[in-house]
């Protein structure tokens, strides 16, 4: 299996322009993870979804931040408009669903918006 | 409350001694997974290895084993013969049969090996 595929790996941006992330989980696994990385905060779960469901986005950071999951094979977290403090590592991971199984995570999107 | 408590931010070891990396739980599931993850500075996610509460043993895979007190509630990573390569930020993090879907993370341990 390819693992996790995460695109851009890279984006530059200018406040207030939207910004488009993209994952492709691993086949099989149900359950999807959004999560952003900075110096500042750490590690921060976004959002997760279970078969495409959104469970708990209670880590969405504001109303700018959103993510869909059309399909087992493909999410988005958008961020409309994004802003400076918005500049992080995002990653997405996806997992079996029980206590025993790890999770899987892509390369990583690094933000940055000037 | 923490959920996970990673009390050490940095720690230092000579290569090729071994080091214990600490890492505190807080739950009431009976059932629940323990997990360490590895963050060189190439910045990838790395999963070392899971140790379930039920299990009798502690879980060992290579070089890393995990030193697991389930009355303590700690479950301490310990890598033996370190090497200048496990150089990273050490994740703690659990699943809760209750909450199956979330992972709590720890804040991290950053190790540095010297040569």
């Known amino acids: 299996d390819a693992g996790v595929i995460q695109s851009p790996r890279h984006e530059v941006t200018e406040m207030g322009q939207e910004v488009t992330l993209r994952c492709k989980p691993i086949?099989?696994?149900?359950?999807l993870f959004w999560y952003r990385q900075t110096m500042m905060r750490g590690l921060e779960l976004l959002i997760y979804?279970?078969?495409?469901?959104?469970?708990?986005d209670s880590g969405m950071p504001e109303d700018r931040f959103s993510a869909k999951m059309p399909n087992a094979s493909f999410s988005t977290l958008k961020i409309q408009p994004s802003e400076p403090r918005d500049s992080a590592v995002y990653f997405c991971?996806?997992?079996?669903?029980?206590?025993?199984?790890?999770?899987?995570f892509g390369p990583g999107t690094r933000l940055t918006v000037l | 409350a923490q959920k996970i408590t990673q009390t050490q931010p940095g720690m230092f070891v000579q290569e090729k001694e071994a080091v214990t990396l600490d890492c505190t739980y807080d739950t009431s599931d009976p059932s629940y997974g323990l997990f360490w993850y590895k963050q060189p500075s190439s910045g990838e996610m790395i999963f070392l290895i899971y140790?379930?509460?039920?299990?009798?043993q502690n879980a060992t895979e290579g070089r890393y084993s995990l030193n697991f007190q389930k009355a303590r509630k700690s479950a301490n990573l310990v890598i033996s013969a370190s090497q200048l390569g496990d150089s990273a930020m050490y994740f703690c993090?659990?699943?809760?049969?209750?909450?199956?879907?979330?992972?709590?993370f720890g804040d991290g341990t950053t190790l540095t090996v010297k040569p």
């Open positions: 979804f279970n078969n495409n469901v959104p469970i708990d």
């Open positions: 991971a996806s997992s079996r669903g029980t206590e025993h199984n790890e999770q899987f």
């Open positions: 140790q379930g509460s039920y299990d009798q």
């Open positions: 086949s099989g696994h149900d359950y």
């Open positions: 993090a659990m699943r809760e049969s209750a909450n199956a879907g979330k992972s709590t």
